[in-house]
């Protein structure tokens, strides 16, 4: 079982950046789906970003343009940059990996490994 650890948050003024990492130990990282999800205060859990075992990538639509996820597989990392963050991102962002695929997962449930988070606060 792979094992997930965020860094990288903080605090940030709106239209700001962030670059968040997540470093991931054991086996066949290459082999995983990896995403991002995030949760706001009192709300739920939700999808932000996913790239699969082949370089597929899917982003929530309000991500489009802003955050690019990325991962360096000789180094065992997940990226997600965030650019021109506005403070309805502000969240506590969560790495997850799933199984190896060539869709796109997107779902709570496709996941099986998370991180314990690394919290993003945009304000000014």
């Known amino acids: 079982q792979v094992q997930l650890a965020e860094s990288g948050g903080g605090l940030v003024h709106p239209g700001g950046s962030l670059r968040l990492s997540c470093a991931a130990s054991?086996?066949?990282?290459?082999?995983?789906?990896m995403a991002w999800f995030r949760q706001a205060p009192g709300k739920e859990r939700t999808f932000v970003a996913t790239?699969?075992?082949?370089?597929?990538?899917t982003y929530l639509g309000d991500s489009v343009g802003r955050f690019t996820i990325s991962r360096n597989n000789a180094k065992n990392i997940l990226f997600l940059q965030m650019n021109n963050l506005k403070p309805e991102d502000t969240a506590v962002y969560y790495c997850?990996?799933?199984?190896?695929?060539?869709?796109?997962?997107?779902?709570?449930?496709?996941?099986?490994?998370w991180g314990q988070g690394t919290q993003v606060t945009v304000s000014s």
């Open positions: 997850a990996a799933g199984p190896k695929t060539s869709g796109i997962l997107s779902k709570l449930s496709d996941f099986s490994a």
């Open positions: 790239i699969n075992w082949i370089g597929g990538i």
């Open positions: 054991g086996r066949s990282f290459s082999d995983y789906t």
